[in-house]
């Protein structure tokens, strides 16, 4: 029996509320903010790509969508983001 592989559907990002699509920002600059800090590889990487000057640009990205999105979200989640800001910021010192 072979199995069939349901293909990824694409997803409409102008279909997000803008809540969910600056969340969506978030993680992905975040992501790439690990990457560039030296803490995390790139996908398909086999060694860190340190760039603290990419870092720099997506962690003030990440700290002004949190300011902006914070407001409107529930207490625990804005904390959450808040944590996850310091992290960031934290590491970034550490790894310059």
């Known amino acids: 029996m072979t199995e069939e592989r349901e293909k990824p559907q694409a997803i409409d990002l102008t279909a997000l509320e803008l809540d969910q699509l600056i969340e969506l920002f978030i993680s992905i600059l975040s ?3 690990w ?3 030296g803490v ?3 996908p398909g990487k086999s060694e860190v790509e340190k760039d603290l000057g990419k ?3 997506a962690i003030d990205c990440v700290v002004f969508l ?6 409107t979200l529930p207490t625990e989640e804005a904390n959450r983001l808040r944590a996850m800001v ?3 910021q934290i590491n970034y010192v550490k790894n310059a």
Do not use: E, F, V
Request: aromatic share 0%.
């Open 31 to 33: 992501a790439k903010a």
């Open 66 to 71: 949190t300011n902006k999105i914070a407001p």
């Open 40 to 42: 995390r590889l790139t």
């Open 55 to 57: 870092a720099s640009t």
């Open 35 to 37: 990457q560039h800090i």
């Open 86 to 88: 310091s992290d960031l």
